[in-house]
């Protein structure tokens, strides 16, 4: 599997900052894809990229904005944090999986914000 | 609206035993439906992917079904282990020009028992 590096792993942030969560990958996969985790809901996506300079949103993406100006590097940012975006934020790449294909995601960045 | 349902109620079992979860679908036409494995503090990890062709998928104690007439798959885990014990998610593709990107139902939670 691709090796994928979220960072911060965590952090808490006021409302009303800007917070720039990044994910790395190493394998230059196309594809890559910011989800959040919340109870009730489960994972939801916010934007996603085909591409360096390609993005597009997803079920989610009021308040977030992305970039990917590398294809190593996706970076999502809360251009002014709300308590509402408090949550868990995955991020996935598209890969091969033998015959077949799947996500991998990194380890997660749990973000709140007071 | 697109909905990806799976059983929200938390499946108990005694280690041995086949757990059997369910993941139905509206308004979805999937040239593929996956499952993945989540455990607590961890991003997912994908287990399966069966094919809108192919009726049933094994992987060692696994099996997936998939119904597209039903509109429902069915992922089993045979002599299950309290190992097997995590939540379980079926994802489908959002769209056709989608980048590849997944929806998530909310998942399944296991919890097999000595």
């Known amino acids: 599997d691709a090796g994928i590096t979220q960072s911060p792993r965590h952090k808490v942030t006021e409302t009303g900052t800007p917070v720039t969560l990044r994910c790395h990958q190493t394998?230059?996969?196309?594809?890559m894809y910011w989800y959040r985790q919340d109870p009730g809901h489960g994972l939801r996506l916010i934007h996603y990229?085909?591409?360096?300079?390609?993005?597009d949103k997803g079920e989610v993406s009021d308040g977030y904005s992305v970039s990917r100006s590398k294809t190593e590097d996706f970076l999502l940012t809360l251009e002014s944090a709300t308590s509402s975006q408090t949550s868990v934020y995955f991020c996935a790449i598209s890969e091969s999986k033998g015959q077949d294909y799947g996500y991998t995601f990194g380890s997660g960045t749990r973000l709140t914000v007071v | 609206s697109q909905k990806i349902e799976q059983n929200s109620e938390a499946l108990n079992i005694q280690e041995g035993k086949t757990a059997t979860l369910t993941c139905n679908y509206t308004n979805y036409s999937p040239a593929y439906l996956q499952w993945y494995r989540q455990d607590p503090g961890r991003g997912p990890v994908f287990l399966l992917l069966i094919r809108e062709n192919e009726k049933e998928k094994r992987k060692e104690r696994l099996k997936v079904t998939f119904d597209t007439t039903l509109k429902q798959s069915l992922f089993h885990i045979t002599a299950s282990q309290p190992a097997d014990s995590a939540t379980y998610l079926c994802?489908?593709?959002?769209?056709?020009?989608?980048?590849?990107?997944?929806?998530f139902g909310k998942g399944t939670s296991l919890l097999v028992t000595p």
């Open positions: 994802a489908l593709e959002a769209g056709s020009n989608s980048g590849y990107a997944l929806n």
């Open positions: 990229s085909y591409g360096v300079k390609d993005t």
């Open positions: 394998e230059n996969h196309r594809y």
